[in-house]
């Protein structure tokens, strides 16, 4: 595993020295003696960490930190300062310093003052690390995942797009039926022409059959101009009718009988005016159960069912949480107001321990809470929202019938998560670093006694292939 390096800043030789000495064991150190040599140093190397006194003449501590953050490095900057400056360097840290260290300095303070700024560094190349893997999954669908599931169903949407065939595509609310829809839409040779939603639970009963086909002025009461509907807005193109289950019975007759005819009849009107369009349709519902059931036509059904897509709902792809975590972080950063960076990896291991019944979007929703309640530059577990916290392990269908049941449930689901956790926690640490146990503590920033112990507990041996 590559070593955290450390630039050592100050104007004295023998500090330098003594630094060099007692860190080179852990760290690779470059030296500079003036805040100008400290700043070609650190274009030269791209060190991991600053450690720089704040006294030095010329360019001080103050005046590196600040053409650090306008240079936009993230890098941790550990300011020492004696005793009469303390004050200074509180005031350094509020614009962006990490920590500071009083000299002279307590090298067991410095040690741990570096062991955080470690894991700051190995936290924003995580992040770094899902910020490049989404961009390399940005192309024409704007569907982020890693999964193979969705590898296989993002190719099916690329063949179904390639045909002229009525789309339908099932998926439990949220997880994202109308960018899949978009994306068939715009692999099509359709795409530079309409994509025409329709939301067909969410329109008044008595308003749908106008909003879909259109109606002629004077066709009821208040119609008194000519209506176009979105049928023949989305002529050339596509039209998506979402929630498709929801369409009452004697509206799917009038639409299979469009669908058939290549045609529809405006409200009040009379003539059949012909179109060119594909029907992509969406449902939350399984449709033929629907059928089996009496709630929708079957030969409606059968029209629509040429090419079928189904959308697995997120707690069957965990692996891609965390990219979804970060494309939600940097879409509402700005909307949010704050500079939060990334995430825990704690936090994205709780993420993905959790069921989701809300899909996509009930994950985007806790992203942005956790956003705002985040008080540093990365969210942890703290700041997610609390009725979350409920892991998919635990069977919430099982209602406890008493409060003491109530409360026995509580702690084995509490006591399950924080095992996972934990389990989750060490292995990460143990594989980061080729399973070398006193590597390992150090790069974790605790005892190596303690963690042996916690190995013991959880029964992972200690050596690996």
Known sequence: MKRASILVVDDEEKTRRILEVNLGHSYDIHLA???????DAFRQHHCDIILTDLRMPDMDGTMILR?????????PVIVMTAYGTIES???????????????????????????????HVKLLRENEQLRTQLRSLEGVTKIVTASPVMQELLKSVGQAAATQFTVLIEGETGTGKELIARAVHDLSPRASKPFVPVNCGAIPRELLESEL????????????????????????????????????????VKLLRSLEEQAIVRIGGSDHIKLDLRIIAATNRKLRAEVEAGRFRDDLFYRLNVVKLEIPPLRERPEDIPLLAQHFLLKHRQGVGKEVMGFEPAALTYLKSLSWPGNVRELENAVVRSMVSC????????????????????????????????????????????????????????????????????????????????????DLQQSKT
């Not at 307590?106 to 700024?117: E, G, P, V």
Request: a neutral charge; hydrophobic letters at 40%; charged letters at 30%.
């Open 67 to 75: 053409e650090i953050r306008r240079g936009g490095h993230p890098t």
């Open 33 to 39: 003696e003036n805040g100008a040599a400290a700043m």
């Open 213 to 252: 086909f259109g109606s002629e002025r004077g066709a009821f009461t208040g119609a008194t101009t000519r209506r176009i509907g979105r049928f023949e807005q989305a002529d050339g193109g596509s039209l998506f009718l979402d929630e498709i289950g929801e369409l009452p019975l004697e509206l799917q």
């Open 375 to 458: 008080r540093g530059e990365f969210v942890q577990v703290d700041d997610l929202p609390s009725d979350l916290h409920m892991p998919a392990s635990g069977d919430a269908r099982n209602i406890p019938s008493t409060y003491p049941e109530f409360l026995a449930r509580k702690k084995a689901l509490k006591d399950a998560y924080l095992e996972k956790l934990q389990k989750a926690f060490i292995i990460d640490g143990l594989r980061a670093n080729h399973w070398n146990v006193s590597q390992t503590a150090r790069a974790l920033g605790m005892d190596r006694r303690k963690l042996q112990n916690m190995m013991k507990m959880l």
């Open 89 to 119: 360097a509180v005031a350094l840290m509020k614009e962006g310093a990490f920590d500071y260290i009083v000299k002279p300095v307590n090298l067991d303070q410095l040690d741990i003052s570096l062991r955080r700024a470690e894991q």
